[in-house]
Nanobody, 121 residues
Framework: QVHVVESGGGLVQAGGSLRLSCAAS????????MGWYRQAPGNQRELVAVITNVGLTNYADSVKGRFIISRDNAKNTVYVQMNSLKPEDTAVYYC???????????????WGQGTQVTVSS
């Protein structure tokens, strides 16, 4: 089993910053990509940012220039530094991990339980 746990959400004023962290653990053979998605009430879950095992990144247009994703491969951990936050960034943020596991054997997507980010105006 692979477990994904997020931390770092909270309440912040518009223009402020937050840093989210996510650690993957368990029967991991290798991790292909890690990243962040978010879901606001009434909306579908959407990509925020993703980073591959070789450091390639992809960002949603809405967060480019404000959010920075990074990764510590040795710790199976991914971070997102969120700057210049806006009320429209308010959502539950989910960590995503595409990993090859040994138990069960194979490649799958794994998700964290989500962490709330609220940006007040």
């Amino acid at each position: 089993q692979v477990h994904v746990v997020e931390s770092g959400g909270g309440l912040v004023q518009a223009g402020g910053s937050l840093r989210l962290s996510c650690a993957a653990s368990g029967s991991i053979f290798s991790i292909n990509a890690m990243g962040w998605y978010r879901q606001a009430p009434g909306n579908q879950r959407e990509l925020v940012a993703v980073i591959t095992n070789v450091g390639l990144t992809n960002y949603a247009d809405s967060v480019k220039g404000r959010f920075i994703i990074s990764r510590d491969n040795a710790k199976n951990t991914v971070y997102v530094q969120m700057n210049s936050l806006k009320p429209e960034d308010t959502a539950v943020y989910y960590c995503y991990c595409n990993a090859e596991s040994t138990i069960p054997l194979g490649v799958s997507d794994y998700w964290g339980q989500g962490t709330q980010v609220t940006v007040s105006s």
